[in-house]
């Protein structure tokens, strides 16, 4: 019950401090997104090591709930003050009770989810932040930068590392082209072609496919 409470805490704060900053002027609704993306999304890549998978799935249905009353009732202004269309805010919850219900390990759920948190996110940041005319170029739904998708792809490789050191190193090393090659490549191109924030679901869900037949392959 602790861990539930800590986990629950955990989101509740962010979201808090997300709310607070955006209405003190500290930051746009954009940026109080992907606060929340990134480090809520570390946050709950962990949860697996203190909660269970069906914790987790209750958690991340409820948090859909919570999502549509906030939008219905306009609770929270932070989140949902964007100048784009987009399911992204949904959609994460729904990946993350996806996830845990795919999921052959903890290791998997957390690279899966931090694929989406970490390398999304901070593609999202530093395409905003560092991207020029002539390095933009668009997408059906928005805009891509050459900056944002190379920020995307080192930060894969930095979770692919984390991944193996907390559990799939065997699993990633004995499908080193799969994992290490093709994965960061084809989700790149994933985040770029989803159009309207529809890559906070295809992410995590091809990362967690490929990983869980990587699992698979070297189990035979």
Wanted: charge should be positive.
């Amino acid at each position: 019950m602790f861990s539930i409470l800590a986990a629950l805490a955990g989101m509740a704060i962010l979201l808090f401090i997300a709310e607070i900053l955006w209405h003190r002027k500290y930051m746009s609704g954009e940026y109080a997104r992907k606060f929340v993306h990134i480090l809520g999304g570390t946050f709950v890549a962990f949860w697996p090591f203190f909660l269970s998978f069906r914790t987790i799935e209750i958690i991340a249905a409820g948090s859909v709930v919570v999502w549509l009353l906030t939008r219905t009732m306009h609770i929270s202004y932070a989140l949902h003050d964007i100048n784009r269309p987009t399911i992204g805010e949904l959609l994460y919850p729904i990946s993350v009770l996806l996830v845990a219900l795919i999921a052959k390990d903890h290791w998997i759920f957390m690279v899966s989810i931090l694929f989406l948190a970490l390398a999304d996110g901070m593609a999202a940041i530093i395409g905003k932040k560092y991207a020029t005319k002539q390095t933009t170029y668009k997408v059906y739904g928005g805009k891509k930068s050459l900056q944002g998708s190379t920020a995307y792809l080192v930060c894969a490789y930095i979770v692919l590392i984390i991944g193996m050191t907390v559990g799939g190193r065997t699993v990633i090393m004995h499908s080193p082209l799969l994992t290490l090659v093709w994965l960061p490549i084809v989700t790149v191109f994933a985040e770029n072609i989803s159009p309207f924030g529809t890559d906070n679901l295809t992410i995590p869900l091809i990362v967690v496919f490929v990983l869980n037949f990587a699992m698979t392959m070297t189990l035979l």
